[in-house]
């Protein structure tokens, strides 16, 4: 082979990502429209066979053998076939080549359409194998730098593309700037004509999920695993962990020694609380799990409406149902079930009246949440504070 063709070949190879194989495709489909340019005829299907090693060219204008001729410039009826070659038969490829003499050059405008033609197809190449890169890695956490930020929409460079985070996937009580470095939720790739159109995440549930995957090793080989996962972005999560090994503590593994690794989701995510809580076959526990850190009396369950009646200590009420409902809203996205809870005093009296804090916003919620969650245990402090509100 050419010693400068295959230095360039393999120098596009690397820089586009594109195999020696295409390119050798392109160099053919741009060298058959020079041809066409200055040689060819109307109703010829121009096939350009390129050779590498020896840089020789053949040209053959192809046809397939079809009954009833409807495109003349790639199709050919039986009988005109078998003039060409006697036993051709319907579905046949005719080849008739047509090759230039040895020493036929392609003019100035046939060189700059082969030329534009080559450029074309790696455009398209490159943007295929970006497309096809980054659609491998949907729902996965990569690390981006804000290149630029347009009204409420931040731009991120992913290295080879460019992601957009927009202001309905951001963590409200983050600030960004050029030049700040970021792990982003790859959320959707979809094909587009100047390169894949990449829509990230900082408030998506997979966000939390992810982040756990990388800080918890147990997590990472199934040994723990993410049963459910409830957020509200910038504020609180709650998670549902579940361990797949005897003698795993699946709570201690994700909060980590001395919280560290509960500390580091945290950190990441700009001080967001997360409670871990654990994941029970049992609805009746895993409910009262996920109202934690409230300590509930009973619960009483309405499986044909999903529903749930939980009643709780007086003492317990406000912080069952956490500032503005947040923690019931969280807990029936978690679960899945709507919660209706009742203050009770201790004989069993109800002492006030039945509260359904579960929104219409978090009954929609509660069938769409995704499986992994994380906790971390409350703050005996703001426990405190809630109580007295």
């Not at 460019?162 to 983050?174: A, D, H, K, N, Y």
């Amino acid at each position: 082979m050419n010693e400068q063709l295959e230095q360039a070949l393999d120098q596009i190879a690397d820089e586009k990502g594109i195999s020696r194989e295409e390119i050798i495709s392109m160099i053919e489909a741009s060298l058959a429209a020079a041809f066409r340019k200055d040689y060819g005829e109307k109703n010829q299907n121009i096939v350009v066979e390129f050779n590498p090693e020896n840089m020789s060219t053949k040209v053959f204008d192809v046809k397939t053998v079809v009954e009833t001729v409807e495109d003349p410039q790639k199709e050919v009826d039986l009988e005109a076939a078998q003039e060409l070659k006697k036993k051709a038969k319907l579905g046949d490829e005719i080849k008739t080549e047509i090759t230039p003499k040895t020493g036929t050059s392609y003019g100035r405008i046939a060189a700059q359409t082969a030329k534009q033609v080559i450029i074309q197809k790696l455009r398209e190449a490159e943007r295929n194998v970006q497309f096809s890169d980054f659609k491998a890695k949907e729902r996965t956490l990569q690390n981006g730098v804000v290149q630029r930020i347009e009204g409420d929409t931040i731009l991120i460079d992913m290295g080879k593309a460019t992601g957009v985070l927009f202001p309905s996937e951001q963590i409200r009580t983050e600030k960004y700037s050029i030049g700040q470095r970021m792990k982003v939720l790859i959320l959707h790739v979809e094909p587009a004509t100047k390169g894949p159109k990449i829509t990230l995440s900082r408030s998506h549930p997979d966000m939390v999920r992810k982040l756990f995957e990388l800080e918890v090793p147990e997590i990472y080989n199934g040994s723990v695993e993410i049963k459910s996962v409830a957020r509200e972005a910038g504020s609180r999560s709650k998670i549902a962990v579940f361990s797949n090994q005897d003698g795993i503590d699946p709570i201690g593994s994700c909060v980590g020694q001395r919280g560290s690794r509960v500390q580091t989701v945290m950190a990441e995510l700009g001080g967001e609380k997360i409670d871990i809580i654990e994941w029970s076959e049992d609805p009746v526990k895993f409910i009262a799990n996920s109202l934690s850190p409230a300590k509930i009396l009973n619960v009483q369950l309405d499986e044909a409406n999903k529903e749930a009646k939980v009643g709780v200590l007086e003492d317990q009420l406000s912080l069952a149902i956490g500032k503005a409902g947040q923690n019931v809203r969280l807990a029936a996205r978690l679960t899945g079930w709507k919660i209706d809870i009742n203050g009770e005093k201790i004989n069993g009296e109800e002492s006030v009246a039945p509260v359904t804090p579960a929104t219409e916003e978090a009954e929609e919620d509660a069938g769409g949440v995704s499986e992994g969650t994380l906790h971390e245990a409350e703050d005996p402090q703001e426990q405190m504070e809630e109580k007295g509100e």
